[in-house]
């Protein structure tokens, strides 16, 4: 069974940078990161497909996010660079731990496991 922990949530000014870091108890090979704002709907945000390298993005954290690999199969971090206010969010990490690749990135039933989430604060 997967099982997923989030960290490197906190507290940043506008402009800043925080890594989030996604760690499963198995190797993951499809891995996602959601956001849900308070009083808004969850959001997809960014996902890798670790065995063929690709990554994907929403429009709205383009340029700025970046989800890689860590060293080891069962960690995935998203890096977010020139926070804003709007990136206010909890951070969930979604993963799955079958290799093929998954039909719907967007389908938050897609995922095998799901973290209990980590609080980004971005203040202006």
């Known amino acids: 069974q997967v099982q997923l922990v989030e960290s490197g949530g906190g507290a940043v000014q506008a402009g800043g940078s925080l890594r989030l870091s996604c760690t499963a108890t198995v190797d993951i090979y499809t891995v996602a990161w959601f956001r849900q704002a308070p009083g808004k709907e969850r959001e997809w945000v960014a996902g890798i497909y670790t065995l063929a390298s690709t990554t994907y993005y929403a429009d709205s954290v383009k340029g700025r996010f970046t989800i890689s690999q860590g060293s080891t199969k069962n960690t995935v971090y998203l890096q977010m660079n020139s926070l804003g206010p709007e990136d206010t969010a909890m951070y969930y990490c979604?993963?799955?731990?079958?290799?093929?690749?998954?039909?719907?990135?967007?389908?938050?039933?897609?995922?095998?496991?799901w973290g209990p989430g980590t609080q980004v604060t971005v203040s202006s």
């Open positions: 979604a993963a799955r731990a079958r290799r093929n690749p998954i039909r719907n990135k967007f389908d938050p039933d897609s995922y095998e496991a």
